[in-house]
């Protein structure tokens, strides 16, 4: 969805690094936030990958077109001093942001915070997100699905067991397979979109991928709504690897997509094949 030059909306795909705001402390949010507004109505969603772990969590607030402050309301983080983020406890933190738009780019600058009682003990996260000017230059269409937002409110921050959020999970299943490599590609970004769609008869095949052999997103139907998402590369890491694992074979096997890659204003198109003896795999290399 395009930006608007006129700064009266904040609909889009947004990208930034939370940054804790405590000196020396180097924990950090890697994040994309999907928004949408509707008047002054703003929902959608935020994704961050914190130690190893991926979390969805819903958002709304409010935008004031005339002072381009970006209000949202309280959402749980993993607390920056968890070691564990199977067992980690949550922070409800507010969003308090600022629209900034020049010639080059358009920009959140803000923080994520706790209430006035809990400064000290759950200190501030830091971000300044990037809207993305990527547009689509292939065939599918984009499920455009509305994200429900939860209508309950709360006034105070406070600490709570993690129980709605799940990290994601390495299943040992996915080493019984061979992998086939396709290709192996140079990337610049860390952040890369993934848009999956099916290449021929739409047959009810479905797949899940998997970075680094750890899932990512489960039970994928391919149709010629193109499936999208973001991924975040380990950075530690110098290949990076992204697969397609067949859940089942659909009416006509074996199960071929097509991926296509965002890197930058870079693009790549490539056709996979997977079944149940091998998973199709791409190496991405960091330049």
Same mark, same amino acid.
């Given at each position: @969805? *395009? ?6 909306t &904040?609909?889009?795909?947004w ?6 705001? $405590?000196? +020396?402390?180097h924990?950090?949010y890697?994040?994309?936030? %999907? %928004?949408?507004?509707? +008047?002054?109505? $703003?929902t959608g969603e935020?994704?961050?990958y ?8 819903? &958002?709304s ?5 005339r ?5 949202f309301?309280?959402?749980?983080f ?7 983020t199977?067992?980690g406890i949550?922070? @409800?933190?507010?969003?308090?942001? !600022?629209?900034? &738009?020049? #010639?080059?780019?358009s920009v ?5 915070e ?13 971000y #300044?997100?990037?809207h993305?000017?990527?547009t689509i230059?292939?065939?599918?269409a984009?499920?455009? !699905? ?10 105070? @921050?406070? @600490?709570?067991?993690?129980?709605e ?6 299943e040992?299943?996915?080493?019984k397979?061979e992998k086939?490599i396709?290709?192996?590609i140079? $990337? ?8 999956l769609?099916?290449?021929g008869?739409?047959d009810?095949d479905t797949v899940?991928l ?7 997103f489960?039970?994928i139907?391919?149709?010629q709504i *193109?499936?999208? #998402?973001?991924i ?10 992204i697969?397609?694992?067949a859940?089942n074979? +659909?009416?006509?096997?074996p199960?071929?997509?097509?991926m296509i ?9 490539l056709?996979?094949?997977?079944d149940l003896?091998? !998973? *199709? ?6 330049k």
């Amino acid at each position: @969805m *395009a930006f608007q030059s006129n700064a009266q909306t &904040v609909t889009g795909h947004w990208y930034g690094i939370g940054k804790v705001a $405590v000196p +020396g402390e180097h924990s950090s949010y890697l994040s994309e936030l %999907i %928004i949408k507004q509707k +008047g002054n109505t $703003v929902t959608g969603e935020l994704q961050y990958y914190f130690r190893d772990s991926l979390f969805k969590v819903k &958002v709304s607030g409010n935008f004031n077109t005339r002072t381009r402050q970006l209000i949202f309301k309280p959402i749980p983080f993993i607390y920056y001093l968890s070691t564990n983020t199977k067992t980690g406890i949550d922070c @409800m933190l507010t969003g308090n942001f !600022t629209l900034l &738009v020049n #010639r080059t780019e358009s920009v959140l600058t803000g923080a994520f915070e706790s209430d006035a009682a809990h400064r000290y003990t759950s200190p501030a996260i830091q971000y #300044r997100f990037k809207h993305s000017t990527d547009t689509i230059a292939s065939k599918p269409a984009v499920d455009t !699905t509305e994200i429900d937002i939860p209508t309950d409110t709360i006034s105070t @921050m406070k @600490m709570i067991e993690r129980k709605e959020i799940s990290p994601t999970m390495i299943e040992p299943r996915f080493l019984k397979r061979e992998k086939s490599i396709f290709k192996e590609i140079e $990337v610049t970004e860390n952040f890369l979109r993934i848009d999956l769609y099916d290449n021929g008869t739409i047959d009810h095949d479905t797949v899940s991928l998997y970075l680094n052999h750890q899932l990512l997103f489960k039970d994928i139907p391919l149709t010629q709504i *193109a499936f999208r #998402r973001t991924i975040v590369l380990d950075s530690t890491i110098d290949v990076n690897e992204i697969s397609m694992y067949a859940e089942n074979l +659909g009416t006509i096997p074996p199960n071929t997509a097509i991926m296509i890659i965002y890197d930058g204003q870079k693009r790549h198109e490539l056709i996979l094949t997977s079944d149940l003896d091998r !998973t *199709a795999t791409i190496r991405l290399r960091r330049k």
